[in-house]
């Protein structure tokens, strides 16, 4: 498959078998896609591991996608257009790990057609870690989960910190996306000399279902004035 140069206009070749250099097939590319969401494509790390625009983009081309097939990706048609495969399978066919912890009992609800790669990640490269959209995990997760954002009275620090302390973002065997059960997942700052975790016949209706949250319910933070331990 072969374009014009731009300025040069020297013929390019793009593809697995050109002669022509991933920086010289991606120059071409960027002679005009440059601005917008491309803004920080050098450096990113799919720029550094020496990604070409054709893995992704077909050149000059457009995917037509019929839409009893593909709106359940909730994403409109011009999304997929130089696309050579729908989110989330195009980023699936390299994160393997991702599609792994997708297919988790727990998992983002990009199968249900809610979310897709490109919800929380710019794959042309941000000045954020991971690729994120928003500057921050908190930010990102937050534009959808509201509902957590607070202000509270009572805050909790190591949800003020980072979401991913306690969620795995993409997927996993525990309930709520948590990277190990409760009430280990407290365990991990907490320690278990106020309240033990091994069941025994006097603690057994505290740790009923062993879970923290059966009394901490607003373990994302509290605006009750006694919530100070996140009971109400």
């Not at 373990?219 to 996140?230: A, E, K, R, V, Y």
Request: charge should be positive; glycine fraction near 6%.
């Amino acid at each position: 498959m072969e374009a014009g140069g731009g300025k040069n206009s020297i013929p390019i070749r793009f593809g697995r078998d050109s002669r022509n250099s991933i920086e010289e097939q991606n120059a071409a590319c960027l002679d005009c896609h440059s601005r917008g969401n491309r803004m920080f494509w050098k450096g990113s790390p799919h720029e550094s591991r020496a990604m070409a625009c054709v893995d992704c983009h077909q050149v000059k081309q457009e995917r037509k996608v019929a839409l009893s097939s593909d709106t359940r990706y909730n994403a409109p048609l011009s999304e997929y257009r130089g696309v050579k495969k729908p989110q989330p399978e195009l980023c699936l066919s390299c994160h393997q790990m991702r599609r792994a912890q997708l297919q988790r009992s727990s998992h983002m609800p990009y199968r249900e057609g809610k979310v897709t790669c490109t919800s929380c990640h710019n794959p042309h490269g941000t000045p954020n870690p991971k690729q994120l959209i928003q500057s921050t995990t908190n930010e990102n997760c937050l534009s959808c989960h509201t509902e957590r954002s607070g202000p509270f009275l009572w805050e909790h620090p190591p949800v003020m910190e980072n979401c991913a302390n306690c969620h795995e973002a993409h997927g996993t065997n525990n309930p709520q996306l948590l990277k190990v059960r409760m009430p280990r997942v407290c365990d991990t700052c907490h320690v278990t000399s106020r309240h033990p975790t091994s069941p025994t016949l006097l603690n057994s209706i505290r740790d009923f279902n062993r879970g923290c949250t059966n009394c901490h319910s607003a373990i994302h933070g509290s605006n009750h004035p006694s919530g100070n331990m996140f009971l109400r």
